[in-house]
Nanobody, 115 residues
Framework: QVQLVESGGGLVQPGGSLRLSCVAS????????MGWYRQVPGKQRELVAA???????NYTDRAKGRFTISRDNAKNTVYLQMNSLTPEDTALYYC?????????WGQGTQVTVSS
């Protein structure tokens, strides 16, 4: 069983930056594919970025060039550095850990981009 706790969300102005963190407990994070997802009310949860156990990352087109996912297996933590934020990035951001067909979710952290 994996427990995930996200933090780092908040209110930021357009063009600003935030760094989200996701701390895992209950298991060694290094074996999991880790992902950041986001969801707005009335829409499906969507992938933002993911990183493999070996450190290979991939991004959606909207995140590419602005967001960076990274992991520190020694700290059992995965990060999402978000730059050049726009109001369209406003969402509840979730951390996900996946091992084969099994996945776990955190409770989410709210990111609001507004002037």
């Amino acid at each position: 069983q994996v427990q995930l706790v996200e933090s780092g969300g908040g209110l930021v102005q357009p063009g600003g930056s935030l760094r989200l963190s996701c701390v895992a407990s209950g298991s060694n994070l290094s074996i999991y594919i880790m992902g950041w997802y986001r969801q707005v009310p009335g829409k499906q949860r969507e992938l933002v970025a993911a990183i493999s156990s070996g450190g290979i990352s991939n991004y959606t087109d909207r995140a590419k060039g602005r967001f960076t996912i990274s992991r520190d297996n020694a700290k059992n933590t995965v990060y999402l550095q978000m730059n050049s934020l726009t109001p369209e990035d406003t969402a509840l951001y979730y951390c996900n850990a996946k091992y084969w067909a099994i996945g776990w979710w955190g409770q989410g952290t709210q990111v609001t981009v507004s002037s």
